[in-house]
């Protein structure tokens, strides 16, 4: 079945503000009407949620290869139980993070081979791509300085080296990757937020 819906997913690094924008851009499109669902990877279901308690916490010790196959899990279950049904009911869907993610981190942070990563990706989501993603870009100096009193998940206990690697992945990735656009987040939220909606905007049209 097609969906008749919009998939939009934003993107970015660790502390790039893609909870704060989802939830500003959700808002904004369910006071214009919109039925939207709001959503996150890995997440959205009670077996994601559980699978994502599992690879952020940070008193496992988890390889890469089985961190690749937890995420790919939970976003099968995720997939299957909220994405389809919601884009077949002709649903707006905003995601916080999807296939990309795993690229930058799996593939680029853990250096895990991205072919392998895209064939799982694909397998996981049964092919189903976003209409457009949104990566917010901000430099690696600021994951020190947004919400410093926050306790660190095991992914964002990761060093520099290794946020640096996910931002250089996700920076080459939206230059070849279609329907990706980088957004400068280093700016004040309301610039971000309208850069966002500009973005989005002509995609509205396409959707009942």
Do not use: W
């Not at 993107?11 to 959503?39: I, Q």
């Not at 930058?104 to 895990?112: D, P, T």
Request: aromatic share 6%; charged share 35%; hydrophobic share 40%.
């Amino acid at each position: 079945m097609k969906e008749k819906g919009l998939f939009l997913v934003l993107e970015g690094p660790d502390k790039s503000g893609k909870s704060t924008h989802a939830a500003r851009l959700v808002r904004e499109l369910r006071s214009r009407g919109r039925r939207v669902v709001h959503t996150r990877e890995p997440g959205g279901t009670a077996f994601a949620e559980a699978v994502r308690a599992l690879l952020l916490s940070p008193r496992y010790s988890v390889c890469a290869l089985a961190e690749l196959f937890l995420y790919e899990a939970a976003r099968a279950q995720h997939t299957e139980e909220v994405l389809l049904p919601a884009l077949r009911r002709g649903a707006i869907v905003v995601c916080e993070r999807y296939t990309l993610a795993t690229l930058a981190y799996q593939g680029f942070g853990r250096r895990l081979p991205l072919p392998m990563v895209r064939l799982l990706n694909r397998i996981a989501t049964s092919g189903l791509r976003p209409r457009r993603t949104l990566v917010l870009d901000v430099p690696e100096a600021r994951f020190r300085d947004r919400d410093p009193g926050r306790r660190l998940d095991r992914l964002e206990r990761e060093g520099r080296a290794f946020r640096r690697r996910v931002r250089e992945g996700y920076r080459r990735l939206s230059r070849r990757e279609p329907g990706t656009t980088v957004i400068d987040a280093d700016r004040p939220i309301e610039a971000v937020h309208a850069e966002l909606l500009r973005r989005v905007e002509p995609l509205l049209t396409k959707v009942g």
